[in-house]
């Protein structure tokens, strides 16, 4: 997701908490840039402070709109002023949020935002004897819980919302992680490895698949 936001300590502390729940998020310091990334690249949603410098976020908002952009936006407004928030929802924003506010609460707005889309998925994926709960961000193979940090369990969801699909680097990169991702970086191939070390059990069957310059799978079908 990418998140606009001019305060720094605010734009800081918001993206640690998120990156922390396994979201990958761009960071935009003014309305401008913030624009020419939500352009540029796709995001799930878009966390707009409204009060930024040169381009505000109103402008922001109805520009994107504009532009024939539907995703999701969570506007922060400054006050909980009705006005701010009519406004707002008028320019096209589908949610929003009274700074300060409780991180939980706008973890639960982000949720409630990304479940309206219908790109997502039954809560419960089923690949093989795989089962991912991605509402308790929780994985079982066979019946047996599997322990995943925040990282691989986002790369093992993005593969298996995607299953019986290759899904190449750069794709993966731009769901799991973020700008920082370095693609000279052999991280993708070191999670993969980890991956199938926790999820492709012995007695199992082998799910997770590389194939060569092109990428990724998840799928249950024989696949060489
Ligand atoms: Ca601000």
Request: charged share 35%.
């Amino acid at each position: 997701m990418l998140l606009i936001e001019d305060e720094e300590d605010v734009a800081r502390s918001i993206a640690k908490g998120l990156r922390q729940e396994s979201y990958a998020v761009d960071t935009a310091g003014n309305g401008q840039e913030g624009l020419e990334k939500a352009l540029a690249h796709i995001y799930d949603l878009i966390i707009l402070d409204i009060r930024l410098p040169g381009k505000d976020g109103w402008t922001v908002c109805r520009e994107l709109r504009e532009s024939g952009s539907q995703t999701p936006i969570l506007m922060l407004t400054a006050s909980d002023a009705t006005e701010d928030r009519i406004k707002g929802l008028d320019l096209g924003a589908d949610d929003y949020l009274a700074k300060p506010f409780d991180f939980r609460e706008l973890l639960a707005r982000i949720r409630a935002l990304l479940r309206r889309k219908p790109l997502i998925q039954h809560p419960v994926i089923r690949v093989d004897t795989l089962e991912i709960d991605t509402r308790s961000k929780t994985v079982t193979r066979a019946g047996s819980f599997v322990r995943l940090t925040a990282k691989e369990y986002a790369l093992l969801e993005c593969l298996a919302r995607d299953a019986d699909t290759i899904l190449g680097r750069e794709t993966i990169s731009e769901r799991v992680w973020d700008e920082r991702y370095d693609p000279f970086s052999n991280l993708i191939e070191e999670y993969i490895k980890r991956l199938r070390k926790k999820v492709d059990v012995e007695g199992q069957k082998p799910l997770i698949h590389a194939r060569r310059g092109e990428g990724y799978i998840l799928t249950a079908k024989e696949f060489a």
